[in-house]
C-alpha cells in the first residue's frame, strides 16, 4: 500500500529553524521585527519542507481572505476579458488573488455580493448595469467601472466619455461627414455611457449639425432588425458613431447587406477599442478606453477601502482615438 505522504506544519517548520510557531506565524503573515537571520532561518526551512501556508486560517487571523471578486457581463466578450486579465495582474502584483464572477446574464450579482458580506472575499471590481442598489451598503468595500450609484457612497472608475463622445464626433466632422447618427441602447440605470450620447449630440448641434439618433431601451427585441430599418430610412447618412465597438460591428455588417461601403460611402467610429488578441490591429475606428489604467486605478481604489484608507469617489481617465479600417484617413 502506498504511503500517505504527512502535510508539513507549522511545527515542523519551526522544528527545523530552530525558532518558536509564533516566529514562523510572523515570517508567514509577513509582520515587522522579524531579524533578518531569523528570516533566513524560517525561509530555508520553509524551502527545504515545501512547506504550504494554510491560507483559510491565516484570512481567519488576519480577517481578510486576500481575494477580490471582479464581476463582468461575460467572458466571451473582448473588451471584459482584457480588463480581467489587467485586473488579475495587478491584484497578483499586490498579493491578492482574483475570483471571476461571470454574470452571462443570468443576473448572479446578488450572489457575489452575498458573498462579500459572509467575508468570502474582501471586496467587489464589478461592471454591470443590474439593479443592485439596494444590496450595496456603506461598509462594502465595492469599485464599480462605468457606472455610478445615487445616494450611495461607491467608488467608480470611468473613462472619460464626455470627451470621447465629442473627440468622435469632432473626427467625422474632419474627415468630411455631414449627415452624422449616433447608433447606440440604454437602460434605467445611472451609467456613464449615456454621456456618448448626450455629449456627441451637443457637440454635433453646436458646430451646426443634426445628429440622427437611434437609441433605443433595453431590454429589447431584434436590434439588429430595428437598426437596418432606421438605415434605410435614412440612407444620407454617411457618418455614425456607435455606443460600442461590437454594435459598430453590426453597423457595418447591415451597411454591407444594404450595398454601403465603408468607408467609402459610410465613416463609423465605435468606442472601447477592442482586439481580438494582442498584436491584432483594431477592428473599427475607435474611441479607446484605457483598460490597464483602468484596472490599475480599480485596484488601488479598492484596496484603500478595505484598508480604510481615504479614495476618490470617482476617478475620470483619458481616452485616445485609434484609426482602424472603418474611416478614411
Not at 463582468?72 to 499586490?94: D, M, R
Not at 454591470?128 to 461607491?154: A, C, G, M, Q, W
Amino acid at each position: 500500500m502506498k504511503e500517505i505522504k504527512k502535510s508539513v506544519t507549522m511545527k515542523d517548520v519551526a522544528r527545523l529553524a530552530g525558532v518558536g510557531v509564533g516566529t514562523v506565524s510572523r515570517v508567514v503573515n509577513n509582520e515587522k521585527g522579524v531579524k533578518k537571520v531569523t528570516l533566513d532561518k524560517v525561509h530555508k526551512a520553509i524551502k527545504e519542507l515545501d512547506y504550504l501556508p494554510d491560507a483559510y486560517a491565516r484570512g481567519m487571523k488576519i480577517n481578510k481572505t486576500e481575494t477580490v471578486a471582479l464581476i463582468i457581463p461575460t467572458i466571451w466578450h473582448p473588451f471584459f476579458a482584457e480588463f480581467s486579465f489587467y485586473v488579475e495582474n495587478e491584484l497578483s502584483k499586490q498579493g491578492y488573488k482574483l475570483l471571476l464572477c461571470n454574470i452571462d446574464g443570468d443576473k448572479k450579482e446578488i450572489e457575489y455580493i452575498t458573498m462579500l458580506k459572509q467575508n468570502k472575499v474582501d471586496g467587489i471590481i464589478a461592471i454591470t448595469y443590474s439593479p443592485i442598489e439596494d444590496y450595496l451598503t456603506t461598509n462594502i468595500p465595492f469599485v464599480s467601472i462605468n457606472r455610478t450609484y445615487e445616494n450611495k457612497h461607491i467608488a467608480c472608475v470611468t473613462s472619460d466619455n464626455k470627451a470621447g463622445a465629442q473627440l468622435a464626433a469632432q473626427k467625422l466632422i474632419e474627415k468630411g461627414c455631414r449627415e452624422i447618427a449616433f447608433v447606440g441602447s440604454h437602460n434605467s440605470t445611472n451609467n456613464e455611457t449615456k454621456n456618448r450620447h448626450l455629449y456627441f449630440e451637443q457637440y454635433l448641434t453646436r458646430e451646426g449639425y443634426h445628429c440622427h439618433s437611434f437609441d433605443i431601451e433595453e431590454p429589447f427585441d431584434n436590434f439588429v432588425e430595428q437598426l437596418e430599418v432606421f438605415l434605410k430610412e435614412h440612407p444620407q447618412i454617411d457618418g455614425i458613431f456607435a455606443i460600442n465597438d461590437f454594435v459598430a460591428l453590426d453597423v457595418i455588417d447591415i451597411l454591407e447587406h444594404l450595398g454601403k461601403k465603408v468607408p467609402d460611402d459610410v465613416q463609423v467610429i465605435g468606442y472601447d477599442g477592442i482586439r481580438l488578441a494582442n498584436e491584432r490591429r483594431y477592428p473599427v475606428s475607435t474611441i479607446k478606453q484605457p483598460l490597464e489604467l483602468m484596472a490599475k486605478e480599480a485596484v488601488r481604489m479598492l484596496l484603500s477601502v478595505i484598508d480604510g484608507e481615504s479614495y476618490p469617489l470617482q476617478s475620470v481617465l483619458p481616452i485616445s482615438f485609434e484609426e482602424g479600417p472603418t474611416t478614411k484617413k
